[in-house]
């Protein structure tokens, strides 16, 4: 076992258990009043989101790396289909469907 | 969560579009982990103990990439401090009489799709029953742990002459991510997105991907405490 791993792996479970149990047990009302802290927690969710969008997808833009062409339409895919669906789950389903397509059709 | 069915089947009917969504990407998680010279026991421990998918393939692209343990930790958490909505938003669309006696366990399994099925089940008028939330919750995670292990086990190789497969497995983290953000995105929070990916931009190409990815978070939470 990588107990570098296990530790992260311990801190990132015990946090993610603490941060869905324990507002549900406190039921606290400050935590969707639209206060200066819901309006700091409402925001990391699209903040990281949108870090690690850009972080994951850098790399595939890279000059040199691949072609632009599957990575384009695969974005593309997870636009149309969640515009469509309004699904997480069938949206990322597809850009990497349509992603791996393009790869397939470039031979 | 109909009045029909038991709770706890209803529950677990309610969770079948997300257990076959969550299948191929735990899957690709298993494939990603040992593809990055991590064991399946191993791959399966991130899933059984983390269980949130981006965060654990952002651990598995910080780890292999040097991080340090408590810098690994700091971002997988700041990534999901956004859950910490979740529950009082359930309870209070769930109403003030409620029950949330066995909320220390189901509620661990109160992830961004189970979260939304969930709202919108109560949103369509069905009674909250802590049963179908169990249901509910168990049929995703156990979609998410068996993904995992399967992926884990047919190994890293699994796709060597599969480039296509392989290339599309590749994308589903950006993918994911970028459906997320679809998800949540609202004309409040777009100055928080764009500023996060801007930061996230500069601070990659002027220091390291990993100041890139906490930086970029910084900015763009303190850019939510902005009132507009």
Redesign the interface.
């Known amino acids: 076992?990588?107990w570098?791993?296990?530790?992260?792996?311990?801190?990132?479970?015990a946090?993610?258990?603490a941060?869905?149990?324990?507002?549900?047990?406190?039921?606290?009302?400050r935590?969707?009043s639209g206060g200066?802290l819901?309006?700091?927690?409402?925001?990391?969710?699209?903040?990281?989101?949108?870090?690690?969008?850009?972080?994951?997808?850098?790399p595939?833009v890279a000059p040199g790396i691949g072609p632009l062409l599957?990575?384009v339409a695969?974005?593309l895919a997870?636009?149309a289909v969640?515009a469509v669906s309004?699904?997480?789950?069938?949206?990322?389903?597809?850009?990497?469907?349509v992603?791996?397509?393009f790869?397939?059709l470039a031979g | 969560m109909t009045a029909t069915r038991p709770p706890f089947l209803a529950g677990l009917t309610a969770s079948l579009?997300?257990a076959?969504?969550?299948f191929?990407?735990a899957f690709?998680f298993g494939v990603a982990a040992t593809r990055a010279g991590?064991?399946a026991?191993?791959a399966f421990?991130?899933s059984l103990?983390?269980?949130?998918g981006?965060?654990q393939?952002?651990?598995l692209?910080?780890?292999t990439s040097g991080a340090p343990?408590l810098v690994?930790?700091f971002t997988?958490?700041?990534?999901?401090?956004?859950?910490?909505?979740?529950?009082?938003?359930?309870?209070?669309a769930a109403g003030k009489e409620a029950s949330?006696r066995y909320?220390?366990v189901w509620?661990?399994?109160?992830t961004?799709?189970v979260f939304?099925q969930a709202l919108g089940s109560l949103a369509r008028g069905q009674r909250f029953s802590e049963a179908a939330m169990f249901g509910l919750g168990l049929g995703a995670y156990g979609s998410w742990l068996t993904g995992t292990a399967i992926g884990a086990v047919a190994g890293g190789g699994a796709l060597d002459g599969w480039?296509?497969?392989s290339?599309?497995?590749?994308?589903?983290?950006?993918?994911?991510?970028?459906?997320?953000?679809?998800?949540?995105?609202t004309r409040r929070?777009l100055p928080?997105?764009?500023?996060?990916?801007s930061?996230?931009?500069l601070g990659?190409l002027a220091i390291s991907?990993t100041s890139?990815?906490l930086l970029?978070?910084?900015?763009?939470?303190l850019?939510?405490?902005v009132?507009r």
Do not use: C
């Open positions: 076992m990588n570098e791993l296990l530790a992260v792996a311990l801190m990132a479970g946090a993610n258990w941060f869905r149990v324990l507002p549900t047990l406190a039921r606290s009302d935590l969707t200066w819901e309006r700091f927690l409402a925001a990391t969710g699209p903040a990281a989101i949108s870090t690690l969008f850009v972080a994951s997808i850098q595939l599957p990575v695969g974005t997870v636009l969640f309004r699904s997480v789950v069938a949206a990322t389903l597809a850009g990497a469907v992603h791996g397509l790869v397939w | 579009p997300i076959l969504g969550y191929p990407i690709s991590f064991s026991v191993e421990a991130l103990i983390i269980y949130a981006a965060s393939f952002l651990a692209a910080l780890l343990v690994s930790a997988l958490i700041a990534m999901n401090l956004r859950h910490v909505i979740y529950g009082p938003a359930l309870m209070k949330r909320a220390w509620a661990f399994g109160l961004d799709e939304g480039p296509a497969v290339a599309g497995l590749g994308f589903m983290l950006p993918a994911l991510f970028l459906a997320l953000l679809l998800s949540i995105l929070q928080v997105i764009v500023i996060a990916a930061a996230t931009v990659t991907a890139g990815i970029g978070m910084l900015a763009g939470a850019a939510g405490l009132k």
